[in-house]
Structures are given as C-alpha cells and as structure tokens.
C-alpha cells in the first residue's frame, strides 16, 4: 500500500516541517523557529547549494570538493515509514556541512534501496546514484533559521548569522516516494573539525 505524502496536507513550510520532525527531533522542535526564504536573501554559496534539482550530496560534493559523511542523529521505523534526522559532514575534516531530516515510503522503494537506506551507511543520494533508479528532486520550499536557533548550532554554534534550507520531494520511479528538509551553512561548519557524536537511539 502506498501512502500519500504528507506534506499533500500542509500549506506553509512550517507544517511541512513540522509533519517531518515531531516525534523524532523533540526536544528540538525545528518547524518553531523557521521562517519562510527567497534564494535573493541567500548568500551565494546557499543559494548554488539549494536552488537546484540534484540531490544534496551531488552539490556539497561539487561545492567542497570532497566527499561527504553520513552520521545519523535519530531514526525511527513507522510501519511503511522511515524517518532519520542526520548530518553531513565532509570526508577530510568532519565539518558539517549540511543537517537534514527525511521521510521514506519504503513501499515505493526496490527492496535492495530500501536495504541500503536502513543500514544508514551511506547518504540517501549516494544510494539511489548507485542504484541508478528514475527520480525527480522537488524543492517546494526555501527556509531559513537565525543564527541563534538549534538548527544553526549544528554549524558550529550560535552567532554565526543565518542558515538557510530547503524542504522538498524526491519521485522515485514517478511517485512521490521521498520528503526531505536539507539546511547549509554556505561557508560556515564546525570549526574544529570535530566529528559530531551519533545519538544511539
């Protein structure tokens, strides 16, 4: 049975937002602090890393020249569903460059997709690449955070200005299969280069 995608049923990004990260993200509730965003308001280096139709990891990997890393924060299997709030950081130094959260229809995706995403080893664009499967990537929203929200902290920590996101669809072999928030710091990241910690969830 395939389930319409929830985001059919919100009207502002922030109920988007919302239907992606209650019950996962708590106490961290990202959908409280957002703000509606044009790519004019974006720092150049956001607005080449979002304001396309490639998947992130193709843009952070072109952006930086590096390859990227998968850390899963939370994650949370609900029955055709799959749900994980994660970060990105780059191969080299453990930057990270990017905080996403995403929603699977595991009854849209191949078996051998479906395997790969809940090993959560590798970034989701990375898979469905490998797989070479038909898919469309659907910004329907641009978003931004202050500098002083939790999602920004995830840079580096407060202070550093605004970050900025997208919440969008990926179609899947022509059904909307996919539901993502996607935020970048343009230039900015972790400092130290720390790795950040997994939460055992």
Same mark, same amino acid.
């Not at 929203?141 to 202050?146: C, L």
């Given at each position: 049975?395939?389930?319409?995608?929830?985001?059919?049923?919100?009207?502002?990004?922030?109920?988007?937002?919302?239907?992606?990260?209650?019950?996962?993200?708590?106490?961290?509730?990202?959908?409280?602090?957002?703000?509606?965003?044009?790519?004019?308001?974006?720092?150049?280096?956001?607005?080449?890393?979002?304001?396309?139709?490639?998947?992130?990891?193709?843009?952070?990997?072109?952006?930086? $020249?590096?390859?990227?890393?998968?850390?899963?924060?939370?994650?949370?299997?609900?029955?055709?569903?799959?749900?994980?709030?994660?970060?990105?950081?780059?191969?080299?130094? $453990?930057?990270?460059?990017?905080?996403?959260?995403?929603?699977?229809?595991?009854?849209?995706?191949?078996?051998?997709?479906?395997?790969?995403?809940?090993?959560?080893?590798?970034?989701?664009?990375?898979?469905?690449?490998?797989?070479?499967?038909?898919?469309?990537?659907?910004?329907?929203?641009?978003?931004?955070?202050?500098?002083?929200?939790?999602?920004?902290?995830?840079?580096? $920590?407060?202070?550093?200005?605004?970050?900025?996101?997208?919440?969008?669809?990926?179609?899947?072999?022509?059904?909307?299969?996919?539901?993502?928030?996607?935020?970048?710091?343009?230039?900015?990241?972790?400092?130290? $280069?720390?790795?950040?910690?997994?939460?055992?969830?």
């Amino acid at each position: 049975m395939n389930v319409a995608p929830h985001f059919s049923d919100c009207t502002t990004v922030a109920d988007a937002i919302a239907s992606l990260c209650r019950g996962l993200t708590e106490p961290v509730e990202p959908w409280r602090d957002c703000r509606d965003a044009s790519p004019d308001e974006m720092p150049s280096a956001c607005r080449d890393l979002l304001v396309h139709h490639d998947h992130m990891t193709t843009a952070l990997e072109r952006h930086h $020249g590096q390859s990227v890393a998968l850390h899963v924060l939370r994650h949370r299997d609900e029955s055709n569903a799959y749900r994980r709030e994660i970060l990105l950081t780059l191969g080299n130094t $453990g930057r990270v460059v990017e905080y996403g959260v995403v929603r699977v229809n595991l009854d849209v995706v191949s078996p051998a997709v479906r395997q790969e995403i809940v090993e959560r080893r590798a970034p989701l664009g990375d898979i469905l690449m490998r797989h070479d499967v038909l898919r469309r990537v659907e910004p329907l929203w641009f978003v931004g955070f202050d500098g002083d929200s939790p999602v920004a902290a995830h840079f580096g $920590g407060t202070g550093r200005g605004p970050v900025f996101g997208r919440v969008g669809m990926i179609h899947y072999d022509h059904q909307p299969a996919i539901e993502l928030l996607e935020v970048v710091a343009g230039e900015g990241g972790t400092p130290d $280069g720390n790795t950040p910690a997994v939460v055992a969830d």
